[in-house]
Every structure is written in structure tokens, then in C-alpha cells.
């Protein structure tokens, strides 16, 4: 069926290390991909997000690879921070989807000083 | 703060009553959207709205009533709640339902006793 999950559910990073989270998907129709940081007792954050027609996108400090041919999507943190401890989550949104968003199940990231 | 806010933030309720959660964005979306999140699952969708219409109802039971009077509030009267009902309730908005970010509220937190 389709899906969209996280390889692992924890991730424990040292305090400036960097931090790669990683995400599948299972729909090829899907054109629209999101990368939101959840940290406790707030809602959903967003991070960073990327386009079918691109293969990377950079920001602040992270950065969001996606591989089509493997539905594979990843999102890079460098240089990680005690403030990136947060659940991260993937989404992804399908072509014409009315930007009904698929979610992920999470990857808590844990940075340790 | 994301510019969407809900009230209240916590709320207890037995399987008889009758409350209602608020959802208010300041930052002029046209589209407004109800999400479950559950311990270990995904975030799921539950309705959307685009310009005061209800566009996505994603086969939500009928003790979930939402109302979106206009652009800038949702509400979701909640009637009849089961335990298993218990979550933390998140609305978010975004500028239409194209593939636009979405900005999500800190959630209400809800227990159904």
C-alpha cells in the first residue's frame, strides 16, 4: 500500500556532529515533499521542503536530499545543536493532492552533549 | 509562535459531553486543516478547508463536526467521544491547497474519560 515511513524511530547524535534522518515514500505520484520538526508540547514545525524537479535544496544549516528513482528522501542537519532535539517528520504531498499532506511516523533525534 | 493559535490547550471530557475546540490564524491563509495526532502514529488528516469550504473529509466519524465560519477560524465540535478518541488535535492553515507550507497551532491536548 502506499506509504510513507521513517527507517529509524531514534537518533542519537553528538552535539556537533552531523545528523542525517531518513524518510521512504511509496508513491511515485507524489510531487511534494516536506521535512517538519516537532519539538514536545508544540505543533509541527516547518523545515524545509522540495520539489519533484529538484534533487537537493539547502538551507539554514540543513539540507534535503531526494532520490526519485528510490523514493528516497533525507534530511541533513549540520553541524547539530542540543536545540535539534525534536521528533522529525517527513510528508509528502501527491500531484493535484490538494495539499492533503501524508505524514510519516517520526524520527525522534536525540543530541547528546 | 506560527501565527495560528487554538484554544484550549488541554481539555477533559467524558464520552457524554459536548465541548469545542477553536482554532484562529493571523497570517490571512485561505486554507485551514484539522489533524489526529496519536502516540506512535502518524499525523492523520482529518478535514480541510479552502476559502470557508470543506473540501477533504477523510472518512472522520460523525461525533467530529467541524464548522469554519470564515478564512480565519475553524472550530471542531466534538459529541459522543470515545477513549481511544484521546490525542492531541492540530490545525494548521496555508495560503491555498496548492503545494504550500503549512502552518501548524501547539495542538489541543484531549483525554476522553
Known amino acids: 500500500g502506499e506509504s510513507v515511513g521513517l527507517h529509524l524511530p531514534t537518533l542519537s547524535v553528538q552535539e556537533g556532529d552531523n545528523s542525517i534522518i531518513n524518510c521512504a515514500y511509496s508513491n511515485s505520484a507524489s510531487d511534494y515533499f516536506i521535512w517538519y520538526k516537532q519539538e514536545s508540547g508544540k505543533g509541527p514545525q516547518f523545515i524545509i521542503d522540495i520539489r519533484s524537479n529538484m534533487d537537493k535544496r539547502q538551507g539554514q544549516r540543513v539540507t534535503v536530499l531526494l532520490n526519485k528513482t528510490v523514493k528516497h528522501l533525507s534530511l541533513q542537519i549540520a553541524a547539530t545543536q542540543p536545540g535539534d532535539s525534536a521528533v522529525y517528520f517527513c510528508?509528502?504531498?501527491?500531484?493535484?493532492?490538494?495539499?492533503?499532506?501524508?505524514f510519516g511516523t517520526g524520527t525522534q533525534l536525540k543530541v547528546e552533549l | 509562535e506560527t501565527g495560528v493559535t487554538q484554544t484550549p490547550r488541554h481539555l477533559v471530557m467524558g464520552m457524554t459531553n459536548k465541548k469545542s475546540l477553536k482554532c484562529e490564524q493571523h497570517l490571512g491563509h485561505n486554507a485551514m486543516y484539522w489533524y489526529k495526532q496519536s502516540a506512535k502514529k502518524p499525523l492523520e488528516l482529518m478535514f480541510v478547508y479552502n476559502f470557508k469550504e470543506q473540501t477533504e473529509n477523510n472518512s472522520v466519524p460523525s461525533r467530529f463536526s467541524p464548522e469554519c465560519p470564515n478564512s480565519s477560524h475553524l472550530f471542531l465540535h466534538l459529541h459522543t467521544l470515545q477513549p481511544e478518541d484521546s490525542a492531541l488535535y492540530l490545525c494548521?492553515?496555508?495560503?491555498?491547497?496548492?503545494?504550500?507550507?503549512?502552518?501548524f497551532g501547539p495542538g489541543t491536548r484531549l483525554t476522553v474519560t
Open positions: 494548521a492553515s496555508s495560503q491555498g491547497t496548492g503545494d504550500y507550507e503549512q502552518y
Open positions: 510528508a509528502e504531498n501527491r500531484e493535484g493532492g490538494g495539499n492533503k499532506l501524508t
